[in-house]
T-cell receptor, first 115, second 113 residues
Framework: AQSVTQLGSHVSVSEGALVLLRCNYS??????LFWYVQYPNQGLQLLLK??????LVKGINGFEAEFKKSETSFHLTKPSAHMSDAAEYFC?????????????FGTGTRLTVIP | ETGVTQSPTHLIKTRGQQVTLRCSSQ?????VSWYQQALGQGPQFIFQ???????GRGNFPPRFSGLQFPNYSSELNVNALELDDSALYLC????????????FGPGTRLTVL
């Protein structure tokens, strides 16, 4: 069964500092992995996805993530945090076994950016 | 941007009532999924519809049911509402050309009193 674990429910960084949000996955098949962002009182917006092509995936708003099979990780990074990055971030893995491509989400990491 | 819309934005119901939530995606989105997001949690998969038929279901009881229509709209129906059904309900749809990527609507906030 597929699942993801997000380490750290809250992360605080200073504006301009590196953002690192951690995600580890469990999957019995080669995974498709996603990062979504959710701003207050809004739905989810796709940041980036990994679908077995390049292991370093670049997304929107300067975010990127690296798929590391040996570590079963898919951590999200951004070199320099901006105030507008403050939001909830969710890592997800796609259920590719049943044919229904539903997503299994982690519990989320709330990012606070300190001015 | 794929423009998935949901209605209503907010809804208040009492325990035991029934509710219908609606989602509209664009032409070319042949798959729609519904998720429940409880406060402080990640979204949980309820079910998925493909070409108007249920194509997968999460760990939710039968009182959660759905429909998908030929015009790319869909409904989530919940009967016999319970207090724990209070959550944000998200609809997500996928393009025919990229079924691995789901595009989410803004959600419907359901409060059960």
């Amino acid at each position: 069964a597929q699942s993801v674990t997000q380490l750290g429910s809250h992360v605080s960084v200073s504006e301009g500092a590196l953002v690192l949000l951690r995600c580890n996955y469990s999957s019995s098949v080669p995974p498709y992995l996603f990062w979504y962002v959710q701003y207050p009182n809004q739905g989810l917006q796709l940041l980036l996805k990994y679908t077995s092509a390049a292991t370093l995936v670049k997304g929107i708003n300067g975010f990127e993530a690296e798929f590391k099979k040996s570590e079963t990780s898919f951590h999200l990074t951004k070199p320099s945090a901006h105030m507008s990055d403050a939001a909830e971030y969710f890592c997800a893995v796609s259920d590719r076994q049943t044919g229904a491509n539903n997503l299994f989400f982690g519990t989320g990491t709330r990012l606070t950016v300190i001015p | 941007e794929t423009g998935v819309t949901q209605s209503p934005t907010h809804l208040i119901k009492t325990r035991g009532q029934q509710v219908t939530l609606r989602c509209s995606s664009q032409s070319g989105h042949n798959t729609v999924s519904w998720y429940q997001q409880a406060l402080g949690q990640g979204p949980q998969f309820i079910f998925q519809y493909y070409r108007e038929e249920e194509n997968g279901r999460g760990n939710f009881p039968p009182r959660f049911s759905g429909l998908q229509f030929p015009n790319y709209s869909s409904e989530l129906n919940v009967n016999a509402l319970e207090l724990d059904d209070s959550a944000l309900y998200l609809c997500a749809s996928s393009l025919v050309s990229d079924t691995d990527t789901q595009y989410f609507g803004p959600g419907t906030r359901l409060t059960v009193l």
